[in-house]
């Protein structure tokens, strides 16, 4: 389960083809995270969650910020090559400030153990916190994970 949440994060920070108008200040967020996770610096990767991030599952189980990070910090040793296909199909403005951005995406992740194959359908939650998007929340629908050859 805490690998299908490292790929949610890895998943964030690839290259966009965006059929939904996303904000400027979150498409500009997402290039940010994809450059932290090309030269992994595990202190700007935290930067992008809120205190109270919580990663929702597939089986609606809920993943807290500490865990999240630690899983990715540990997960992201060995990895050399990020592709991806990324489609925002859909921002919704919501009370207090927070914007859902809905999220199809495809990811090869190459590491020398074996390459994985990512898709994963999801809602990620953006509030902006002292000037600065960040996220507050992500539910995945679906997620798989599988051998890429």
């Known amino acids: 389960m805490l690998k299908f949440a490292f790929m949610a994060a890895i998943v964030l920070t690839t290259s966009s083809a965006m059929a939904a108008e996303v904000p400027t200040g979150i498409a500009s967020r997402y290039a940010e995270l994809s450059k932290v ?3 992994w610096d595990s202190k700007a990767f935290a930067s992008f969650f809120a205190k109270d991030f919580i990663l929702i599952d597939t089986e609606s189980k809920k993943v807290n910020r500490k865990e999240f ?6 997960l992201m040793e060995g990895v050399t090559k990020i592709e991806d296909h990324e489609e ?5 403005k919501l009370k207090g400030g927070v914007v859902a951005v809905k999220c199809d995406l495809k990811l090869m992740i190459a ?12 809602t990620d939650y953006w509030k902006k916190v002292s000037g ?7 539910i995945d629908w679906v997620f798989t994970v ?4």
């Open 69 to 74: 990070l630690q899983m990715v910090d540990g």
């Open 37 to 39: 996770f090309q030269k």
């Open 88 to 92: 925002f199909n859909g921002v919704t």
């Open 132 to 138: 600065k998007w960040v996220m507050v929340k992500t």
């Open 111 to 122: 590491k020398p153990d074996g390459n994985l194959s990512v898709h994963e359908i999801c």
């Open 146 to 149: 599988e051998p890429a050859q």
